[in-house]
């Protein structure tokens, strides 16, 4: 069913936002069951892992016919001998208590499981996740395939099944089509060599694929978005797509796929002219997998044919991390990510990395970029900036987009990096509130270095947030080896 004004006041008190896994029809109370309000809510910060593993890369959904979340991850269990590494979830009530930890997975031969995308289905009660697991490909070598999971609604597995189309695969994000009641997956597919490839493997790129709701696999995948062919652009090339996104609308019951793309293309030996492209795309489907319309790009940066060898060109900018919502009052999309802005960086060594977002209406039409948060950095370096790890969701409880990000002051030395989470809402007309320190106002505190915000889920009662807090800098495993555990905490939309 669609999500519209003027429903029911038992279902108006129900509509659920989600995150970038899901939509709002996922989340819409049974309008047969009494009408639900939660008996308290916690708005403490609590930790659902131990901070001697490493855990990261959180993403949850919500349960609207039980009324709880799950929260699932990916672990590295460092008390374990081997090493072990597990994908884990935990239900998380309003109250503040938490679940038994479910293991989905778990691997000890040295493989890496990875990010964990979860969506929830209302019809039924089921969760679907989908993760990166390691597989023999038959040429001596791994390859990551998602690996497939359908849960009742307290988590436990039904079934799994194998998504594997030949290559590498990775950056799944799930959709819940209520109209269809099913599920469709968009990832990445990446070649990286005929190592990691098994005969005859599909083509590289951004795919979607609808899986049944009880879990199967429904028809083929279908490839939205190929990556360049190098003989068209020129030789030598790079071509990446990674990052995708999904986002279902129910009032055209349709998605929208998104998804980060960067190329370098020598276009000329003599002299050397190279092409470069760094940006976020995006593609509008109907739910029978048809493009409509145009690919959109929602942010980019690049030149084409710059004289290397004259030294024409410049530092250019890497928009990225990519996270999207959909408004059903006013049938639009949010779309938030990051960039730095590179326009005197060449001159000053100065970048301004900067926390945008834009509006995207159902019919293809690109706001212009709201820059909600910038700051002005010594450095270059893309993976630790001070405003970072943007994430969007619809809020019902205001009827309009509830942005969240970590932010710190600038600093020269990375390791001072101090990160708290800010946040904003964003109307669909394009302004938005100040930003606010969520550690000042709702007690998320003592963020430390390099902490990293993971995911937001809203519904009419709360906000559920998510993020990585590391342990003590100066003890660590090897590089980027350090301790973690992922941290919530409710966000009170009642009062």
Same mark, same amino acid.
């Given at each position: ?289 048809? *493009? ?7 942010? *980019? ?49 100065? *970048? ?144």
């Amino acid at each position: 069913m669609s999500c519209k004004p003027l429903l029911p006041l038992f279902m108006m008190l129900s509509l659920s936002a989600c995150d970038d896994d899901n939509t709002i029809d996922d989340l819409v109370e049974d309008s047969s069951l009494d009408v639900f309000t939660p008996d308290s809510i916690n708005v403490e910060p609590q930790s659902i892992s131990v901070l001697t593993n490493r855990a990261r890369q959180a993403s949850a959904a919500y349960n609207s016919k039980d009324h709880h979340f799950v929260i699932v991850w990916n672990e590295v269990h460092y008390e374990t001998t081997p090493e072990s590494e597990t994908i884990e979830l935990r239900r998380v009530n309003y109250d503040g208590s938490i679940g038994e930890s479910i293991v989905l997975d778990n691997v000890d031969d040295g493989t890496d499981l990875a990010d964990a995308a979860i969506s929830y289905n209302s019809n039924d009660n089921t969760f679907l996740v989908a993760w990166e697991k390691p597989m023999p490909n038959g040429n001596d070598e791994y390859s990551d395939k998602l690996q497939l999971a359908l849960l009742d609604g307290q988590g436990s597995i039904i079934n799994k099944s194998l998504l594997d189309i030949g290559c590498r695969h990775g950056d799944a994000s799930i959709a819940y089509n209520s109209a269809e009641n099913k599920w469709l997956m968009a990832w990445k597919h990446r070649g990286d060599g005929i190592e990691f490839c098994s005969p005859d493997p599909s083509p590289e790129g951004i795919y979607v694929q609808y899986i049944k709701s009880d879990g199967s696999l429904e028809n083929s995948a279908t490839l939205i978005r190929g990556e360049f062919d190098a003989q068209a652009l020129g030789e030598p090339e790079t071509d990446n797509l990674t990052g995708s996104q999904l986002e279902y609308n129910s009032e055209d019951n349709q998605f929208l796929v998104a998804w980060q793309h960067t190329y370098q293309t020598a276009e000329s030996d003599s002299p050397t002219l190279m092409s470069f492209f760094y940006g976020l795309e995006a593609q509008i489907i109907n739910a029978d997998l048809s *493009s409509v319309d145009d690919i959109i790009i929602i942010d *980019s940066d690049g030149g084409e044919n710059i004289n290397i060898e004259e030294n024409e060109g410049r530092t250019f900018d890497t928009p990225e991390e990519l996270s999207l919502a959909y408004n059903p009052e006013v049938n639009v999309y949010g779309i938030s990510y990051r960039t730095n802005d590179m326009t005197t960086f060449d001159i000053d060594g100065k *970048s301004i990395s900067q926390i945008n977002a834009r509006i995207l209406s159902a019919n293809g039409e690109l706001s212009e970029r709201i820059v909600l948060a910038q700051t002005v950095e010594n450095s270059i370096v893309y993976d630790d900036t001070a405003v970072d790890e943007p994430s969007i969701a619809y809020n019902p409880s205001t009827t309009d987009f509830f942005l969240t990000w970590q932010q710190s002051l600038a600093s020269e030395i990375l390791s001072s990096y101090d990160y708290d989470i800010y946040s904003s809402h964003l109307e669909s007309d394009g302004t938005f509130t100040p930003p606010v320190a969520l550690s000042n106002q709702a007690g998320i505190n003592e963020m430390k270095a390099d902490d990293i915000h993971e995911d937001i889920v809203c519904n009419i009662y709360v906000c559920l947030v998510l993020w990585q807090e590391i342990g003590n800098l100066e003890v660590t495993r090897g590089d980027d080896d350090y301790t973690r555990s992922i941290n919530f905490k409710f966000l009170d939309n009642l009062n």
